[in-house]
């Protein structure tokens, strides 16, 4: 991983995003953006090419309401009849395993969990795995204090378990996790994931919606059989330990609106929706 690269490289992304977000109805100009970014016009779309693989101008209609609602049309077939078919979580790039109640119980007595900090095409992230998978992945502003503050929230969570400072471990995993590469046939990443039977559920339904497409609240109901359930649905949104690989951010609104609580941040959020759809593209082509 090109580490310090990634994170300045996402800082400045960010900004852009956030910019396009706050004056989308003026269609600001790409030396505005570049502007914003503290970068020439040229060198902005160099970044933004290399990050993304497309221009930025390109990237923008992946953030349309336009898009977004054509993109959930799209996905609902794939919910109604995912979570009746269990096979086809085996056709994911991610797998996953429950917490046994037992293992809820002791609250990781016994068990050794390893952890490094590591930058991605969305910024710094903490990555926390068991020999039974990834256990966590939270992003983090890149200071000692919010380092020390998600760590402790990691341990907190597991109170009983053993914690090892182990970069070489979890980098081969942090690049699995952000490899650019689609639903489709191969060895998953394995998740293993602490939480209710309500959340567990939530998050299966979630694995259900393929990378570069988008969910809606009632969709991941309906799928689960609740579709009455879309606050507790957005609360187990929320408390979701793996974050992108579960992949909340492809919630929305059934409007195609953007404007949803997102954890990491809407303009993460974006940057995540519009980062697969293009590479969704790019593969389909």
């Known amino acids: 991983m090109e580490t310090q ?30 502007a914003e970014t503290g970068l020439s016009p040229h060198h902005f779309q160099r970044l933004f090419t290399r990050w993304a693989g497309i221009s930025p101008k390109q990237f923008v209609r992946y953030l349309t309401v336009e898009y977004a609602k054509a993109a959930l049309d799209r996905t609902e077939p794939v919910l109604n009849s995912g979570l009746s078919g269990p096979s086809r979580l085996h056709e994911l790039f ?14 990781g007595v016994g068990l050794k969990f390893h952890y490094g900090f590591h ?25 000692s204090e919010e380092r020390d503050q998600r760590l402790g929230d990691l341990r907190s969570h597991w109170p009983g378990g053993e914690f090892i400072h182990d970069p070489d471990f979890t980098g081969r995993l942090a690049e699995l996790a952000f490899a650019p590469r689609a639903n489709g046939p191969g060895e998953p990443l394995r998740v293993w994931l602490k939480g209710t039977n309500f959340q567990i ?10 990378s570069g497409r988008l969910s809606s609240y009632g969709e991941i109901g309906r799928a689960m059989g609740k579709p009455r359930a879309a ?3 957005g609360s187990a949104l929320a408390d979701n330990p793996v974050a992108w690989l579960i992949p909340c951010h492809r919630v929305i609104r059934a409007t195609g609106g953007f404007k949803t609580d997102y954890r990491w941040g809407s303009a993460r959020k974006r940057a995540m929706i519009g980062w697969e759809a293009a590479r969704r593209e790019a593969h389909a082509m």
């Open 5 to 34: 690269n990634q994170s300045r490289d996402y800082a400045r992304i960010e900004k852009a995003i956030l910019y396009i977000e706050a004056h989308y109805r003026d269609q600001p100009t790409l030396d505005r953006i570049a």
């Open 94 to 107: 991610v797998d996953y395993e429950a917490v046994s109640p037992g293992e809820y119980k002791t609250m």
């Open 119 to 143: 930058d991605g095409p969305f910024g710094a992230f903490l990555l926390a795995a068991t020999d039974r998978g990834i256990c966590s992945l939270t992003f983090v502003d890149d200071t």
């Open 201 to 210: 559920k939530v998050w299966q339904a979630l694995l259900l919606v393929p």
């Open 231 to 233: 606050r507790a649905i």
